[in-house]
Each structure stands twice: as structure tokens, then as C-alpha cells.
């Protein structure tokens, strides 16, 4: 029987083929392999310190995956173990990366000498927002390292501590809006609560306490928080007066049903006893912001799907790509 051998451009046909399926099965294997070792690296470091007990600072950390920094108070260690009612304060999302001088605004502040512990915290549905407690513990949960959720500890030493009343305060600016949203710039709620935003009608002679809610924020937990975006219910097309007032959750269940009830639940807070808690403020219409917004909406639209979708598919793609090369000079060169 009569054998060709290969000639030199088979040969080279052939090793291209052989690399070009190589590399397809390379990245399969170890994208996941890459992807689970950086979820094991993750550090964090907390130093002693000094502070007037409404902050904390975190010296370094590293999110492989980004997360977030939750600071806790001893509770969360034996024999309590509180790991949710021991937060006392939470970072905003932290992109994945290392982080260095964080500074924790605490939203229970600490008013004597105490250990603090720092804890790592995935974002583990993707959707930037700290869930622990919502959720129970079942989302965001701890990064771990040999089996341990990823902390460290420090001392918090308190000078010229700040006092905090136990009374609500509200602070609501004049601003320019799109008209969509408005920006609270300051709110003190002792009991955890929402802010809501009313229109005129909230104010004498109408006194109208459901009707005139125009957005509502979501639930806040006890403490102070500061430039909190209320998104409205309807957007406003003239300049117009609003005015904000922080409510409580008087049945615990981070859900506002002021309107719902009636007025029975979640009733406005009252310092001292007197009448509801209120700040109001001029917003004015700023047209070139509300143009901005529409403009990007309508743009958005066919984008949006495009966008998201193909970021997740590239690696299929390349991998594809690299089979049906490496397929096609297999094929050709026999």
C-alpha cells in the first residue's frame, strides 16, 4: 500500500490546528480555576486608633471580587455570636481591588473605649447593595480564608466623643433637580425609619399627611445618613416647594405603611412630643439635566440589552472561535 507522506505545509497545518484546540480547552479549564483562587485572597487590616466615635478607619483591604466593609462591635464574638445585630457600620460597594484609608461613618456611633472587629463581605447577588441584614444572613455573606470569615480587630480609643440626642433631625436644601429624584442632605433617625418626601399640600390649611407623599426612601437603619436620593413617585415639571420628613418603623418590618394603614403604622417622629419633624426647600427644574435624562434613556434603550448580554458571552465566543479553527485546518490538511 502506497503511503503520501505529509508535506511541510500539512505538517504546519497540523500543528496550528493542534494549538488552536489547545488554547479552546486551556481557557475552559482555567478561567474557573483563576476565578476561585482570587476569591481566597482576599485581607483586610484594622489598627488601633483614636476617634470621636462616629467613624471608623479601615487601613487596607482586598476584595478579589469586591464587597464590602462591615464593622462590628464585640457581640459578634463568642458566646453571643450576633453576626447581624453586631454591625454597627457598613462601607459603600467597594470595586474589586485593594483599598487602603477607608473611612467607616458608624451608623450606631461608640461613646466609650471598645474593640471593633473589620469583616470582608462579598457581593453575592451582584447588585451593589449590602443585604446582611435584610436577608438575614443568607446574602453578601463573609469572604473566608481556611474556613474563617476574613476580619481583624483593633481598638477604638474615644476622644472629644460627639454626643448624639435621641431626637430626630431632618435637613432638606434648595436644589436643582431633573425632576425625577431629590437629594436629602442630612437625617437622623435614633429608631431606624424611611424619609419621606411631601409636597405643599402636606402643609396648613390642606394638612394633608397621605396624599401629599410624593417619594419615599428605603429603610434606614437607626443612625445618622447623609445625601439620600428620594426618588419620586412623579416627576415634577415645574419649580415647586417639597419638604421632607423622617417616619419610623413602629412594627419592625423595614417596610413603609404610613399610607397603607392609614396613618396607624409608621408614624412620623415627633421630638420632644411636638408636631412631626419636617425640612422644606425650593426645587427648581434644571431643563439641561432633565434633556440630559431623557436623551440617555431613549438611547439606552437599545443599547442596554446589547451591552449586557454580550460581556457574559465573549469567553464563549472566543472559545468557539478557537474549536472551529482549529477544526477547520484539521479537516483541511487530511
Known amino acids: 500500500m502506497y503511503h503520501m507522506n505529509p508535506t511541510a505545509e500539512q505538517t504546519s497545518f497540523r500543528a496550528i490546528a493542534v494549538v488552536a484546540l489547545l488554547f479552546s480547552v486551556g481557557m475552559i479549564a482555567t478561567a474557573p480555576a483563576a476565578s476561585a ?13 483614636t476617634s470621636n466615635g462616629t467613624t471608623v478607619t479601615i487601613e487596607s483591604v482586598t476584595l478579589p471580587e469586591g464587597g464590602f466593609i462591615s464593622v462590628h462591635n464585640e457581640s459578634l464574638t463568642p458566646p453571643q455570636n450576633e453576626t447581624i445585630g453586631s454591625i454597627i457600620g457598613v462601607t459603600d460597594y467597594l470595586d474589586a481591588g485593594t483599598h487602603r484609608d477607608l473611612e467607616v461613618v458608624l451608623d450606631r456611633p461608640i461613646s466609650h473605649n471598645q474593640t471593633v472587629i ?43 466623643a460627639t454626643s448624639f440626642a435621641n431626637n430626630s433631625t431632618v435637613t432638606l436644601r434648595n436644589q436643582s433637580t431633573a425632576g425625577t429624584n431629590v437629594t436629602v442632605r442630612s437625617v437622623t433617625v435614633p429608631e431606624g425609619g424611611f424619609v419621606v418626601i411631601h409636597g405643599s399640600a402636606l402643609l396648613p390649611p390642606k394638612n394633608q399627611t397621605i396624599d401629599s407623599i410624593r417619594g419615599i426612601s428605603g429603610y434606614l437603619d437607626p443612625g445618622v445618613h447623609q445625601n439620600i436620593t428620594v426618588e419620586l413617585n412623579e416627576t415634577i415639571d415645574e419649580n415647586t416647594t417639597l419638604i421632607a420628613a423622617p417616619y ?35 426645587v427648581s427644574i434644571n431643563e439641561s439635566a432633565r434633556e440630559s435624562l431623557q436623551s440617555d434613556t431613549e438611547s439606552s434603550g437599545g443599547n442596554a440589552n446589547a451591552s449586557a448580554s454580550s460581556g457574559p458571552q465573549m469567553l464563549e465566543l472566543l472559545v468557539l472561535a478557537a474549536v472551529l479553527v482549529g477544526v477547520y485546518l484539521y479537516l483541511k490538511v487530511t
Not at 483562587?37 to 486608633?49: E, F, K, P, R, V
Not at 418590618?253 to 425650593?282: C, H, K, M, V, W
Open 37 to 49: 483562587q482570587a476569591g481566597n485572597n482576599s485581607t483586610i487590616a484594622l489598627d488601633n486608633q
Open 248 to 282: 419610623r418603623d413602629t412594627n419592625n418590618n423595614q417596610t413603609f405603611e404610613y399610607a397603607a394603614s392609614e396613618g396607624a403604622n409608621d408614624t412620623p417622629y415627633r421630638p420632644n412630643g411636638s408636631s412631626a419633624l419636617i425640612s422644606q426647600a425650593n
Open 118 to 160: 473589620a469583616k470582608a463581605a462579598r457581593d453575592t447577588n451582584g447588585n451593589q447593595t449590602f443585604d446582611v441584614r435584610r436577608s438575614q444572613g443568607f446574602q453578601d455573606t463573609a469572604y473566608s480564608s481556611n474556613g474563617s470569615a476574613v476580619t481583624d480587630r483593633a481598638t477604638i480609643q474615644i476622644q472629644n
